[in-house]
């Protein structure tokens, strides 16, 4: 009985000690891509996407594999000295993880300077990031990246999908540029 206790303890610690490992990794892989997009490098953060990576926001609607990581290479192209990337209260488990981050730049031909601050939940597998979803206030976005016009529209399901078309447009002149 004593033998059967102590290989039961035994599994639940290497379970436990599994799933902590497990949750530090993840931690760190959040860590990892948040501090290689402050960097601006698009190359290690796609290293931390799974193959089959889904990632999905406001602007750019749903991408799916390599267009996902080409799409951080095109925006990390486009920076500027004052684009300034910073990311705070990381949160994970052995599946699942959260994060918040902030971007402040100067945006496209409008010269209007943006801070967009994002949520984003993540899913993990094979120690990868699987699922990406970011999310944030469209109509605040317009607002500062836009203008006046922003401010009427930014809310309407009809400039989000222009918005949409005119950034699967500039990824695909990217990639075909590429």
Same mark, same amino acid.
């Given at each position: 009985?004593?033998?059967?206790v102590?290989?039961?303890?035994?599994?639940i610690?290497?379970?436990?000690?599994?799933?902590?490992?497990?949750?530090?990794?993840?931690?760190?892989?959040?860590? *990892?891509?948040? $501090?290689?997009? !402050?960097?601006? +490098?698009? &190359?290690?953060? /796609? #290293?931390?996407?799974?193959?089959?990576?889904?990632?999905?926001?406001?602007?750019?609607?749903?991408?799916?594999?390599?267009?996902?990581?080409?799409?951080?290479?095109?925006?990390?192209?486009?920076? *500027?000295?004052? $684009?300034?990337i !910073?990311?705070d +209260?990381i &949160?994970?488990? /052995? #599946?699942?993880g959260?994060?918040?981050?902030?971007?402040?730049?100067?945006?496209?031909?409008?010269?209007?300077?943006?801070?967009?601050i994002?949520?984003?939940?993540?899913?993990?597998?094979d120690g990868?990031?699987?699922?990406?979803?970011?999310?944030? +206030?469209l109509?605040?976005?317009?607002?500062?990246?836009?203008?006046?016009?922003?401010?009427?529209?930014?809310?309407?399901?009809?400039l989000?999908?222009?918005?949409?078309?005119?950034?699967?447009?500039?990824?695909?002149?990217?990639?075909?540029?590429?």
């Amino acid at each position: 009985m004593k033998r059967f206790v102590l290989l039961q303890n035994q599994h639940i610690f290497n379970t436990l000690h599994k799933e902590h490992n497990l949750i530090m990794n993840t931690h760190k892989l959040i860590e *990892t891509f948040y $501090t290689s997009f !402050s960097n601006g +490098n698009s &190359k290690e953060m /796609a #290293d931390c996407y799974h193959k089959d990576i889904v990632f999905q926001d406001p602007v750019f609607g749903t991408l799916k594999g390599k267009r996902a990581c080409k799409m951080w290479e095109m925006l990390l192209a486009k920076r *500027t000295e004052s $684009t300034q990337i !910073s990311f705070d +209260n990381i &949160k994970t488990n /052995a #599946d699942q993880g959260t994060a918040t981050w902030k971007a402040e730049y100067t945006y496209g031909e409008t010269n209007r300077k943006v801070i967009n601050i994002v949520h984003a939940n993540f899913k993990f597998k094979d120690g990868k990031i699987i699922e990406h979803i970011d999310s944030f +206030n469209l109509w605040k976005w317009t607002q500062q990246a836009m203008g006046f016009a922003g401010y009427l529209f930014g809310w309407t399901p009809f400039l989000k999908s222009k918005i949409q078309k005119t950034t699967h447009k500039k990824l695909n002149d990217f990639i075909n540029n590429k």
